[in-house]
């Protein structure tokens, strides 16, 4: 009698021993493919899912089962739906056998995650093409440190580049500024003084330019110190109140006691925040009369996060990846610089922490700032402001050491003016020649001198035996650190940024002189 169970003549106990080896076999497969760390699909050749494994739920919120039947394209990011498409086109009609792309992908939650693919044909029996097979792993993060890397290589040298323009444009500006401060005094007529206004008010605004390329290529050192994330952006919010209170602008934010404590430099944040309500200010008014700010603070795992929304018209397409780029601006005639982002990228890298720009909930753009949390000390109190406690520079002595004329010719003057002993060399040597024979009370004196350098001066003045020695006010064109300036400070000496004007730099001279009288000449 015929074996019912097997055609071939094998008995029950055969059958059933391959049916439980194919089970493992199918179980094997089936536990290979959930565990696999990639994505891994098959689209047919219409470019319809028809299988996807488990892992696409824990990279983009999806089940296998709401993936099959979607088109190729529907999810993919409209920018890269083309590219995607013709990559899957190509498979398909065998002009390739193997290929890699990357793209962005819609998570469930609205997020865009990008993703790098490898894909094949998928023939049938007889070697026909009838789809293709891909294996996707999620790349966003490393992307994102990718571009970081890049971001900060593309800074690295157009810092370079724009340190030593920056260092040229301080000198001549420092001239423009204080001789029109001293025109200014001397005119008496109504249009003239209007004129030379205009002159000034144009070289400040290069002087700021010149200052944030050098903040930009050289990043002073944060003075850290415990603070409260919600004062320093409402101390922010308050400076802009009345610009973005013109513009019908409201800014919405609750300044909590409870905000995240950080350690900062306050001045620096202070700084970042002012630019990003500038930006956003700005943003709003190219394309409205009124509008609306959100800045929200709180905490993300290890990290202090801000965001603020602007509801204006948003990032360009395209620009989300050079918005930080310096000179990159979409508002030129707006009066936009294109460096208070780069500024703002370069402080809070400075502070340990991230920013990024996204597209806001509001309509508009978002950015968001992550800094590393304090985990204990209380917010230190800011210092007291000094205040000088003399009036004036008449009757110093001082000495000008500067190897620009421009610059030595208008302190010079400008000094004189004011009532003071003034005698200009322009090297060290020649500097040092005057101080070894009498006392000043101040020298001002340019940091880099050629030859003889002003510091090095500035050491063989302090070696001499003599009770009273003159205090040093440095002027230079490169951007000295908080440290570097502290060094100087408790040695006796100042600095003072160029381009400044007349008024920036009486002031300097009083406060270095304040605690003693002038010496006779």
């Excluded at 409201?250 to 202070?270: G, K, M, Q």
């Excluded at 409205?288 to 800045?295: A, E, F, L, Q, S």
């Excluded at 753009?365 to 209380?378: C, G, K, M, Y």
């Excluded at 000094?415 to 200009?424: M, N, P, T």
Aim: with cysteine; aromatic share 6%.
């Amino acid at each position: 009698m015929a074996n019912v169970n097997n055609p071939d003549g094998g008995g029950p106990s055969q059958w059933g021993e391959i049916e439980r080896r194919l089970r493992e076999e199918q179980e094997f497969v089936r536990r290979l493919v959930a565990c696999f760390p990639d994505v891994i699909v098959v689209l047919d050749q219409h470019g319809r899912y028809t299988f996807v494994s488990p892992r696409v739920q824990e990279f983009l919120g999806y089940t296998p089962e709401e993936y099959v039947g979607v088109s190729l394209g529907e999810r993919q990011h409209p920018e890269d739906r083309d590219r995607v498409l013709k990559f899957f086109n190509d498979l398909v009609a065998g002009k390739t056998s193997f290929g890699t792309v990357e793209y962005r992908t819609q998570h469930k939650d609205g997020a865009w995650k990008t993703f790098r693919a490898n894909a094949s044909p998928l023939t049938d029996a007889d070697g026909k093409i009838i789809g293709i097979v891909s294996s996707a792993r999620d790349v966003t993060e490393s992307k994102h440190i990718e571009q970081q890397l890049l971001q900060s290589e593309k800074l690295a040298a157009i810092g370079e580049m724009v340190s030593g323009v920056a260092h040229e444009l301080n000198n001549p500006l420092t001239a423009i500024l204080g001789m029109s401060d001293l025109l200014r005094e001397r005119i008496t007529d109504d249009a003239s003084r209007r004129q030379l206004e205009v002159v000034q008010k144009q070289a400040r605004k290069a002087a700021e330019l010149v200052q944030g390329l050098l903040t930009f290529s050289r990043p002073s050192r944060p003075k850290s110190q415990c603070v409260r994330l919600a004062e320093l952006i409402q101390r922010a919010v308050d400076l802009q109140q009345f610009v973005l209170a013109s513009r019908n602008i409201t800014v919405e934010f609750d300044a909590t006691p409870e905000s995240p404590r950080i350690e900062a430099d306050p001045n620096h944040l202070i700084q970042v925040f002012v630019n990003l309500l500038t930006n956003a200010e700005q943003a709003i008014a190219s394309v409205r009369d009124h509008g609306r700010i959100v800045i929200r603070i709180g905490k993300f795992e290890d990290k202090a996060e801000i965001r603020i929304d602007d509801d204006g018209p948003g990032i360009p397409t395209g620009g989300r990846s050079r918005i930080f780029d310096p000179f990159f601006t979409t508002r030129r005639a707006s009066g936009g610089s294109g460096l208070g982002l780069t500024i703002c990228l370069v402080i809070i890298k400075e502070h340990g922490g991230t920013i990024e720009a996204q597209q806001s909930p509001e309509g508009g753009a978002r950015f968001r700032i992550l800094l590393p949390l304090l985990q204990s000390a209380e917010p230190s109190p800011e210092p007291p402001r000094s205040i000088s406690q003399r009036d004036g520079i008449k009757g110093c002595s001082i000495l000008v050491v500067e190897d620009e004329e421009g610059i030595r010719d208008l302190v010079e003057e400008g000094l004189k003016a004011r009532g003071a002993a003034v005698e200009a060399v322009r090297g060290g040597e020649e500097a040092w020649a005057r101080l070894s024979v009498r006392s000043y009370d101040v020298v001002v004196c340019d940091f880099n001198l050629g030859g003889l350098s002003g510091l090095e001066l500035f050491d063989r003045v302090r070696g001499q035996a003599r009770a009273n020695h003159a205090k040093f006010l440095f002027i230079t064109g490169e951007l000295l650190d908080p440290a570097q300036i502290a060094a100087l400070e408790e040695k006796g000496s100042g600095a003072l940024q160029k381009p400044f004007q007349l008024s920036e730099l009486m002031a300097t001279i009083e406060r270095l002189i304040a605690p003693a009288a002038p010496h006779s000449a």
